[in-house]
């Protein structure tokens, strides 16, 4: 997209990465071939078909989890805790040897700026397995009674936002303490989590400790619904989460869920204003605005509503839209045909149901997958972009004029994963904090991410949290 000023285009090379024209399953420490249809996954800023991968069946499935199953009675469950803190710390320093190129595979097969899979998304992914390679030989002490025990197999299936980072937050809890995994990544973003199967390779992890089947939605249903898995670990839409918990339902499997959000922004007219807009464009545009705890509902103090919007545009429009592989880029391709329709089609119903639609100027690339950044003013909370997930880049504005107000709009959802205050006072900010019914409070700032602070949701927002403490009670079973 051109903006007042140019940079010369900083493209980052590609040369990193060998992407295989196939890939199979990884199943007890080996690549094997799936018995489903191979799909395709593509680069969705470009369209190209960067690799085939297998899609594994119900009984690709079942393999996996009898390799897990054996892995974690034979050696993984057994071993001294200590020694798979060696291995999770062994792992997070490849993934640290090895950024560039996961963040460059990353990039191609999701469409996310390189900027962020470098700085963002894999230093993260690695500082979970710090993080939880720490926790392994000191679980007496995450608060669940003196000899907590692993749960078994560990089934997880991962959306496609964030794939390596979610794979992180899965496998890494579930390792450290004890358990084994299968896990299924999204079908349009797979590469990543075969990648990293390699790295478990290269960590001698034993085979069957992880395991990877790749494919779509029926792979996914076949991991969730096996009756030797143990526990289930889903991040993903609100409606496959629903039908995963009726799935589980009555099994003796444990269940966590992270879901959909609709966050609100807060700015009252005492806040910093450039810092707030700053933080406004990364809580919504962030990772093209597919994000669970996006701030995709902004509420501004009728007061300073004009001036915020205004030097909101300014700054929309020195964004860089484009060529996710430029160093320079902002905002990169939408992940998936499907995912463009599913934007185009709750804008199309702002503008039927009366917001105001703003876009910068500029023009987006011809091929690939893309959407403008999109603020909505004039917007009631009645409007199906106020209420819906948009899960693009795409912000709803509307206004408050008391705190009691503020809070009764930011609460009105069904969601209830995070939310942001923007204010000079700390006892304001507390004391509002305390009222929103959100997982995650951003005071001052917004999609901060640490392994150590855990993360979940209200609501429809999903049950169970993930980091931190918190985050190992879904994976151990305690005396209380
Ligand atoms: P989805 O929930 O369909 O897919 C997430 C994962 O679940 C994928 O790996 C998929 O293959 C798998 N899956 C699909 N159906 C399944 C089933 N019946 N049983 C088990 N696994 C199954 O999400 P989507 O279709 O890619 O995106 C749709 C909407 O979901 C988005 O527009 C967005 O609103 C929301 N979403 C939220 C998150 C999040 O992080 N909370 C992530 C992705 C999508
Ligand atoms: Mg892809």
Known sequence: MTSSFEYAPAPESRSIVDIAPSY??????????????????????????????????????????????????????????????????????????????????????????????????????AAHFFYHAGWADKLEHAGLGPAPRPLGVAGQVIPWNFPLLMLAWKVAPALAAGNTVVLKPAETTPLTALLFAEVCRQADLPPGVVNIVTGAGETGRAVISHPDVDKVAFTGSTEVGRSIARAVAGTSKRLTLELGGKAANIVFDDAPIDQAVEGIVRGIFFNQGHVCCAGSRLLVQENVHDEV????????????????????????????HPQLDRIRELVAFGVDEGATCWQPEGELPGRGYWFKPTVFTDVSPAHRIARDEVFGPVLSVMTFRTPDEAVAKANNTTYGLSAGIWSEKGSRILQIADQLRAGVVWANTFNEFDPTSPFGGYKQSGYGREGGRQGLAAYLKGDN
């Open 309 to 336: 919007v205004a030097a909101l545009q300014r700054r929309i429009g020195t964004l860089r839209v484009g060529d996710p592989m430029d160093k320079n880029t902002d905002l990169g391709a939408i992940n998936s």
């Open 24 to 125: 199979g399953l990884f199943i007890d420490g080996e690549s094997t071939d799936g018995t489903g249809p191979a799909l395709k996954t593509v680069n969705p800023a470009t369209e190209e078909v960067l690799s085939e991968v297998a899609t594994a069946s119900d009984a690709d499935v079942d393999r996996a989890v009898r390799a897990a199953r054996r892995a974690f009675t034979r050696v993984w469950g057994p071993m001294r805790p200590a020694d798979r803190g060696k291995y999770l710390f062994r792992i997070a320093r490849l993934l640290q040897e090895r950024a560039r190129e996961f963040a460059v595979l990353e990039t191609l097969d999701n469409g996310k700026p390189i900027r962020e899979s470098r700085d963002v998304d894999v230093p993260l992914a």
